[in-house]
């Protein structure tokens, strides 16, 4: 399952007023199985690119080919590009709509047709991905469980139909810290098990750190950088100029290495390699090299 | 496709039309609604048609924007039309079967479709070139002197500030909804008309439930900041009545006064008549 997005353009509202290009002449390849996040200030365009992946919105120009098929295409049958593609919106919750649980996860299997037998099977593992005990959740409503159980929920109605690609668009964006790690969790979980590429779109770069084989860039509709997290957070004042942070990891390394201790921090990106660097550094000098900064630094 | 809906949209600008004050505008709007319905051959519909266009031209709001509007309502215009070309009664002018299409359906059905097209175009300009907040306020003011006679002209001012505001909201919500939907293979687009509407309950479910959930959080917000309803409250924009504003009016008095001449003195007939005895038709 390969996605190639080739100069990609999208204008809202061409020959108004409050027109704009919110995605302007985008190009990349991703292969089967990665795992990238798209990351870029508010209004860069990340959301309104990955709606192009699936057919909800129809380029102004350029082309998304997704497995050797022109999704873009007039002809194609968008709902055979919708099986591929999961696509999990900002706020998923906010979708849900049916009576139980179960129904609303057996949405879009129902939609694609299938049997009884194949829809009930899709929704036990569509609920089981998404760490949602099936006998205490199915038949009750959607609409009484809590943020995260609902958000979880709501995952579960995309993965029931089961995607080779996933698309995330801020999973965990309102979510409590402990939630927040509990989505992304299942995100690799759900990875691990089927083996799907991933598109995280994602304002976090502790998680983009800590998750992506492949970061994108995005500033003002263009895709501005494309690498692995160690490449792209290389540039730290580039990130800044556009509105983006550095990983607090990365950032507090940089300032270490600044007043003098000697730790690489060009190799540093998460939380856990900061304290094997800082470790690293305390053994060489016997902890001279970092006294007085005291506790645990995680 | 949601997007398209232009109704009671802004458009943002700095025309001169943008500049006026509102409460004229809306009282210039409402008789050009009388003037609309006072018009009553092609001639004064002649006339109503070049103002429109001269007062769109001057709003600079695209002209594509204004027939985009008109989209939502071609129903209403297609059916009107129809019905009035084969319900009127005169001159055959085509028979089919048992329907027949006079020459005087074809009068009113161009006639009764026109009608509504320039209402619609009139009453969009206003909202086009307003903003709802100060479109509000101008009613707010125009409704102020029946306070007395128990009128909560303030509450009813809020409400439809409240209402407008979260059209745009609302519209973003469905879109939002109804792709949400379609990732998860909806489809709105095709089968019966039973089961096209079957298909919008993924749609209003969610929606309905997001109008209560926003309702209560903006109530919440007014009320932390203290709303406590009209009395006392006073105004970020005031209106005035400028010498543009003059303008406009004197402007909107001859037109209504072309209008009502036209009308009174039957001036279509006379021209026609005029056009005969020269032998130009």
């Not at chain 1, 194609?76 to 900002?90: D, L, S």
């Not at chain 2, 109804?178 to 039973?194: H, L, N, P, V, Y």
């Amino acid at each position: 399952m390969s996605i190639e997005v080739n100069h990609l353009t999208h204008t809202y509202n061409p020959g108004l007023a409050y027109e704009t290009t919110a995605v302007d002449d985008v190009s990349f390849t991703v292969a089967r199985g990665e795992f990238v996040c798209i990351v870029g200030h508010t209004g860069s365009g990340k959301s309104t690119l990955v709606q192009h992946l699936n057919g909800l919105l129809k380029p102004t120009s350029g082309t998304v080919v997704v497995d050797g098929v022109d999704v873009t295409g007039k002809d194609t049958a968008v709902i055979e590009v919708r099986k591929k593609i999961g696509m999990v919106f900002q706020y998923p919750e906010y979708q849900l709509f049916e009576e139980t649980v179960y129904k609303d996860v057996a949405f879009g299997p129902t939609n694609l047709g299938l049997s009884e037998a194949e829809i009930d099977e899709r929704v036990r593992e569509a609920m089981a991905l998404v760490d949602l005990d099936y006998d205490t959740f199915a038949q009750r409503s959607p609409f009484e469980l809590s943020g995260g159980q609902k958000r979880r929920a709501a995952i579960a109605g995309v993965l029931a139909m089961r995607p080779s690609v996933l698309i995330l668009d801020e999973p965990t964006a309102g979510l409590d810290p402990r939630s927040h790690d509990d989505v992304l969790d299942l995100v690799c979980g759900i990875r691990a098990q089927t083996g799907c590429t991933i598109l995280l779109v994602s304002h976090n770069m502790e998680d983009v750190a800590g998750l992506a084989d492949r970061v994108f860039v995005m500033n003002e509709g263009r895709l501005v950088r494309d690498g692995t997290p160690l490449e792209v957070f290389a540039d730290g004042d580039y990130l800044r100029g556009i509105g983006l942070a550095l990983p607090q990891a990365r950032a507090f390394a940089e300032r270490l290495a600044e007043s003098g201790v000697s730790i690489d921090a060009k190799r540093i990106l998460t939380r856990e390699a900061l304290v094997d660097a800082i470790a690293g550094v305390a053994g060489d000098t016997g902890g001279a090299g970092i006294t007085g900064m005291g506790g645990d630094p995680s | 496709m949601i997007r398209d809906i232009t109704i009671g949209q802004y458009y943002p600008g700095y025309s001169q039309i943008h500049k006026l004050d509102t409460r004229l505008k809306i009282l210039l709007t409402f008789g050009y609604m009388v003037s609309v319905f006072l018009a009553k051959d092609f001639l004064a519909y002649l006339v109503i048609f070049l103002s429109l266009c001269l007062v769109v031209a001057t709003a600079e709001v695209p002209f594509r924007f204004i027939l985009r509007g008109l989209r939502p309502v071609f129903l209403i215009i297609a059916f009107t039309f129809v019905l009035n070309l084969f319900m009127t009664q005169g001159t055959d002018l085509v028979r089919i079967g048992a329907l027949h299409i006079t020459r005087e359906g074809v009068y009113t059905a161009c006639y009764m479709a026109l009608r509504i097209i320039f209402l619609i175009i009139g009453c969009s300009l206003l909202t086009f070139t307003t903003k709802p907040v100060k479109l509000t306020d101008g009613i707010e003011a125009l409704l102020k002197p029946f306070v007395r006679f128990g009128l909560p002209a303030h509450e009813l001012a809020m409400m439809m500030t409240i209402a407008l505001r979260f059209i745009p909201t609302l519209l973003e919500e469905t879109d939002k909804i109804m792709k949400a939907q379609q990732a998860r293979g909806a489809d709105f687009e095709t089968g019966s008309i039973f089961r096209r509407a079957k298909a919008m309950v993924p749609i209003f479910i969610p929606l309905i439930v997001g109008a209560f959930r926003m309702a209560s959080d903006l109530a919440m917000a007014m009320e932390a900041r203290c709303y406590r309803g009209g009395e006392g409250r006073t105004k970020m924009h005031v209106f005035r009545f400028g010498r543009k504003d003059a303008q406009a009016l004197a402007l909107f008095c001859i037109y209504l006064a072309v209008i009502l001449v036209e009308r009174i003195f039957d001036l279509q007939t006379f021209m026609l008549e005029m056009l005969r005895t020269f032998g130009m038709i």
